[in-house]
């Protein structure tokens, strides 16, 4: 994506072609999947092409040396300058910019941290490394709301960089035959134990074998072996037999049935394989005859005009898509069309007025290339101080409501102090792993007067961590001891499914631990809160559900099976939590609603298709919905007295209609989540509750 250097061949305009098609395909892509659902194989097409034209690159600097020693550390050096100042000048731009949007118009959300990480680990070409560590691929919905995500490939890129030219190095200093059939070897061998590592990585790190370099190195180890393999005779005529002439047809075929059929769980491997070998096939080598009809195609002015612009094409679509997703979305024909326009005037601008002028600086030119490669590294430093500036400043910059009312929306660990109340404990928090989950502890200390249970013990998934801030007041004003046992997507008898099904990897020995943990730790008077979400959601943060697709789920003969064998099962569960003396608690259902209320509370995004659904609801849809848990929780508790039903829904939803914001404060972030004011709302009664024997 990052390379347009002419090899000692001479210029290949049909290569320019070549990355046109190749970021055309991924921009599409990245539109809509079903305009092109194999178009994220542009990216594979891009790693040939870079292998293929940075050995072209660096052979020129061989050539250049006039029969005189090739020096090492002057090679890389030139390389290097030459690399830095084809990224980074428009990396830099991009990544700013888009830090500047994202702060203004994305309020954070659940991932915005790991978002915010990308961005700056893209400034030294590690984004990748960030990435595979997500449990997320690139094909979740979630990667579609991160505008860094795109930068991975540019990590492999850079990191492939890092190695190539000492790899490479061997085979253009050569004078002997041998040794760069040595080198070429090795070189080939490095690059089939990456796809043998690639293979192994599907299976056992999907994530590392999609984002990292070693089980990546292969691709581009393609370019560079196709370079070094018909380099070899420069004096010879292209050749004509039929495989030569059949090759580019072959090429484009696999390309395409790629583009058609490629099927992302099997990606890398092996999908990615026939777009690497369709792209070496239509790049066909040193001595490809480029008057071939399917290279004059893609020699077309029109292509190429394109390719030369597809590293800042490639840089900005993704950042442009993912700030409409966030605000005015991009689902609709006409948006779409302004997506791929601004894309064009983006790129174009950022082509002439910063590519080729810093590129092409007589200035930099005559510094030494170690003078260079400074000169471009502290530039790198420098964005990613400016980046991590504008991140903290959303506060004060963002023009959400969300950013500016941070208080009000974001639940953290701690409730905001009440002005004119005294603390009646101090409390510290500890944390300590479980069993994939986590245990986060409110621990009082120096309390005035203990007036609670000395214990709570929450059990849940995001919605126990969602009332993070009622426990912190909760442990200051009464102090009561709060341990919350979390797992995400792991909640502890939702009572719609059984535990069996639906649950992420790790869920039922997390949930084995908790509940053992908590046995051995509850004495009389403690108490035991289960939350959980217990309903079919309308909507997450990245996308709305089909409103007849939810109610029609929720009222299927499975769910009623999943439901009966939640309810058989439980006592399973709730056995060793009930513990003589010990309260268990029930959370009944909250309101949900149809769309994020955090993504539809200003003005640039109260059209996004996502808020159709919007943050108001009626009372008695909700109650209808919500009556077999209630109903489910009711035949519990019948039958184990140590069970209590806490219900929050008639203090979230006193009138006939439910809204996620009342007078303009939020009792939810998003569909069905809350928020910090959220917590203040249903505190005290939360307490009453509590405390009442």
Request: aromatic residues 12%; charged residues 15%; positive net charge.
């Amino acid at each position: 994506m990052s390379n347009n250097l002419t090899s000692s061949t001479g210029y290949r305009n049909d290569i320019d072609g070549l990355r046109a098609l190749a970021v055309v395909s991924v921009m599409l892509y990245h539109l809509s999947g079903s305009i092109l659902p194999g178009g994220f194989v542009g990216v594979d097409i891009f790693f040939v092409i870079s292998g293929f034209v940075v050995s072209a690159s660096l052979a020129n600097i061989a050539a250049e040396r006039d029969g005189h020693l090739l020096r090492f550390d002057r090679f890389v050096a030139f390389f290097y300058a030459r690399r830095l100042a084809r990224i980074a000048p428009a990396l830099i731009l991009v990544l700013l910019t888009t830090a500047l949007f994202a702060t203004l118009f994305v309020p954070r959300a659940w991932l915005s941290e790991f978002n915010e990480r990308t961005g700056l680990y893209a400034f030294y070409g590690l984004s990748n490394w960030v990435l595979q560590t997500n449990v997320d691929t690139y094909f979740a919905p979630r990667a579609e709301f991160n505008p860094y995500t795109h930068t991975w490939s540019l990590g492999v890129e850079e990191q492939f960089y890092v190695v190539f030219p000492f790899l490479f190095f061997l085979w253009v200093a050569a004078r002997r035959t041998l040794i760069r059939r040595i080198a070429t070897a090795s070189l080939i061998g490095l690059g089939v134990a990456s796809l043998v590592g690639c293979i192994w990585a599907m299976k056992h790190a999907p994530t590392s074998a999609f984002y990292g370099i070693v089980f990546r190195f292969w691709e581009l180890a393609t370019g560079v072996a196709l370079f070094q393999l018909t380099a070899g005779n420069r004096e010879a005529s292209p050749a004509r037999g039929l495989f030569a002439n059949l090759a580019p047809w072959l090429g484009i075929a696999a390309i395409s049935a790629t583009f058609a059929y490629a099927n992302a769980a099997a990606f890398p491997w092996f999908w990615a394989v026939p777009p690497v070998v369709g792209a070496a096939l239509l790049i066909g080598g040193v001595q490809a005859d480029v008057t071939h009809p399917l290279r004059r195609i893609f020699a077309h002015p029109a292509l190429v005009w394109i390719g030369k612009r597809s590293y800042s094409l490639y840089l900005w679509h993704w950042p442009v898509y993912v700030l409409l997703r966030w605000t005015t979305g991009i689902d609709h024909w006409l948006t779409q069309v302004i997506a791929i326009i601004t894309t064009f005037a983006l790129a174009t601008a950022s082509y002439r007025w910063i590519e080729l002028p810093i590129r092409h600086h007589s200035g930099l030119q005559r510094r030494t290339p170690v003078l260079r490669v400074a000169v471009f590294l502290l530039a790198l430093v420098a964005g990613w101080g400016l980046m991590k500036g504008l991140f903290a400043s959303q506060p004060v910059l963002g023009l959400s409501t969300v950013s500016r009312n941070a208080t009000d929306w974001y639940v953290t660990n701690r409730m905001p102090p009440v002005a004119g109340l005294k603390p009646l404990c101090k409390v510290d928090m500890a944390y300590r792993p479980l069993a994939g989950g986590q245990v986060i502890s409110y621990v009082p200390s120096g309390c005035a007067v203990a007036v609670g249970p000395e214990r709570l013990f929450a059990i849940g998934d995001s919605h126990a961590t969602a009332y993070l801030p009622m426990f912190d007041r909760l442990s200051t004003e009464t102090g009561v001891a709060v341990s919350v046992y979390t797992s995400a997507g792991c909640g502890l008898l939702d009572l719609k499914m059984p535990m069996t099904v639906g649950r992420p990897p790790g869920c039922i020995e997390f949930a084995r631990a908790a509940v053992a943990d908590v046995h051995g730790l509850a004495k009389p008077g403690d108490v035991v809160f289960l939350a959980s979400l217990r309903q079919w959601r309308y909507a997450d943060q990245w996308a709305a559900f089909d409103e007849k697709e939810v109610l029609a789920t929720a009222k299927s003969d499975t769910a009623k099976a999943w439901a009966q064998q939640a309810r058989v099962e439980a006592p399973e569960w709730l056995t060793p939590l009930s513990v003589p003396g010990v309260r268990i608690v029930f959370e009944a259902p909250k309101p949900i609603f149809k769309s994020p209320t955090f993504r539809c509370a200003d003005w640039f995004n109260a059209g996004n298709p996502i808020c159709r659904g919007g943050i108001v609801q009626p009372r008695a849809d909700l109650e209808a919905l919500r009556e077999p848990m209630l109903a489910s929780m009711r035949e519990l508790a019948a039958a184990n007295p140590a069970i209590t039903i806490w219900d929050p829904f008639p203090l979230l939803c006193p009138g006939e209609s439910c809204s996620a914001v009342v007078d303009g404060k939020p009792l939810f972030f998003d569909g069905d989540h809350l928020s910090a004011h959220g917590n203040m709302a249903l505190y005290p009664a939360f307490r009453e509750a509590l405390l009442r024997r």
